[in-house]
């Protein structure tokens, strides 16, 4: 089966965002590249009201600007207690300049009262390729669930990993290996579920 791209540009310049699509998405075969091959290229706004928004906001217009096939994504973390929130704005919660580190302060801050048994949360990540006229080729979303702990713990992982406790391994996801998280974080999930798709349109 022949892919419709002979390449793709991940839409992010995050370079720990994109080592780990690199290994998910190797099965494709193709070259990859990041928003830093593309140092011209306008920050699109994130500014949609549900990932899926963003990520397609995204995939549309840097494929638009760059001509190229484009694979964008958008996550946030979802905590039932606080009404699904931070959501949509994650990566903003505590401002639109915060660092990572803010953020994660105000999550715990916001659950300080709220018993263990009742800080059930998970990440969503929404995955979209469009093509270089900026028309949506696939999509996908993965789901990774667990329970926000207060003590951040491990090495690996970005933003939120640290305090998300995957309750049935008793281990914090920054503490899953990488390759491990692939296999059940929420962007590995994301990315298996978007090779099927693409396999699947091809057959």
Not at 14 to 30: D, F, I, W
Request: net charge neutral.
């Amino acid at each position: 089966m022949k892919l419709p791209f002979p390449a793709l540009l991940i839409a992010t310049g995050n370079a720990h965002k994109v080592q780990e699509l690199e290994t998910s998405l190797s099965p494709l075969g193709v070259p990859l590249q990041s928003l830093r091959d593309f140092p011209g290229a306008t920050p699109v706004v994130e500014d949609g009201e549900t990932l899926r928004e963003n990520a397609l906001k995204k995939a549309i217009g840097y494929a638009q600007q760059t001509g190229q096939w484009v694979l964008a994504d958008d996550t946030g973390l979802e905590v039932a207690a606080l009404g699904g929130d931070p959501g949509v704005r994650s990566a903003r919660y505590a401002g639109d300049n915060a660092t990572a580190q803010e953020n994660r302060a105000k999550l715990v801050a916001a659950l300080h009262d709220v018993p263990l048994a009742k800080r059930a949360a998970r990440f969503v990540c929404h995955l979209a390729i469009a093509d270089p006229t900026g028309e949506i080729f696939c999509e996908a979303i993965g789901e990774c669930h667990g329970r926000i702990r207060d003590e951040a713990r491990g090495q690996f992982g970005i933003g939120y990993d640290a305090h998300l406790e995957i309750v049935e391994y008793r281990r914090r996801l920054a503490e899953m290996s990488p390759a491990a998280t692939r296999l059940i974080g929420h962007r590995g999930r994301a990315t298996q579920r978007l090779l099927c798709e693409i396999w699947r349109r091809l057959r």
